[in-house]
């Protein structure tokens, strides 16, 4: 499979097609903030939050058309994913919406601590919520998530998968570990400002990762 900023190619055995990406939307500044300057055992960076796609794929002698939906792209470099984190995506609602948000353990110049990146664009305006800007973690289990931060209040309620399909993942420079995604998890994702509600939406195209803390 080849991938670049214009679009994929693929050609797996029994998986064959193409998908070309419209413009990126990317968001205002780096998602990592200050911590992009520190050694880090992974960076995260999200490329796109939403662009428009067209194209199709063949799976099994079935075609998947692309055309009309909308893409998500991101990057992670370094030589070990967290320990123990969730990561969460959709940009599938009824409204023009994309969420990302990851929540980690962070090892950070021999200590470690519980590292929070949340990107939200809504109706062409970026929220942000993050641990360098003083999120808090108010509620954080696999099915319940909600974060504070100044007048921005966010709640995601999540009806996770607990099959998931395993992908090999970075561990100590190797691609020895072994994560499982989701991608059709069920998501209701709820934003307030100083008490207003921003959105309700629901999503049941939810991308979704979640590995628990089995101790050090």
Not at 15 to 30: H, K, M, Q, R, W
Not at 121 to 143: D, I
Request: net charge positive; hydrophobic share 40%; aromatic share 10%.
């Amino acid at each position: 499979m080849l991938v670049f900023k214009a679009g994929c190619h693929i050609e797996l055995p029994g998986v064959s097609g193409e998908i070309i990406y419209g413009p990126f939307a990317p968001l205002c500044s780096d998602i990592m903030g200050p911590f992009r300057f520190f050694p880090m055992e992974c960076r995260h960076g999200v490329l796109s939050m939403a662009h428009p796609l067209q194209g199709s794929v063949i799976i099994g002698g079935r075609m998947h058309s692309f055309d009309g939906g909308l893409g998500y792209a991101e990057k992670d470099s370094g030589i070990s994913f967290p320990r123990s984190y969730l990561w969460m995506q959709s940009n599938d609602f009824p409204k023009p919406c994309s969420i990302m948000v990851s929540i980690a353990h962070i090892p950070f110049c021999g200590s470690s601590f519980c590292g929070c990146i949340c990107a939200i664009l809504y109706q062409g305006r970026e929220y942000r919520l993050a641990t360098y800007r003083g999120v808090k973690v108010q509620a954080f289990t696999p099915e319940h998530i909600c974060l504070s931060q100044g007048s921005l209040l966010l709640e995601l309620e999540i009806a996770p998968s607990h099959t998931g399909y395993p992908l090999r993942a970075p561990q100590c420079g190797k691609m020895s570990g072994t994560i499982r995604k989701s991608c059709n998890v069920h998501l209701r994702a709820r934003l307030w400002k100083s008490g207003v509600i921003l959105f309700d939406l629901q999503s049941d195209h939810a991308a979704y990762e979640f590995v628990p803390n089995h101790g050090a």
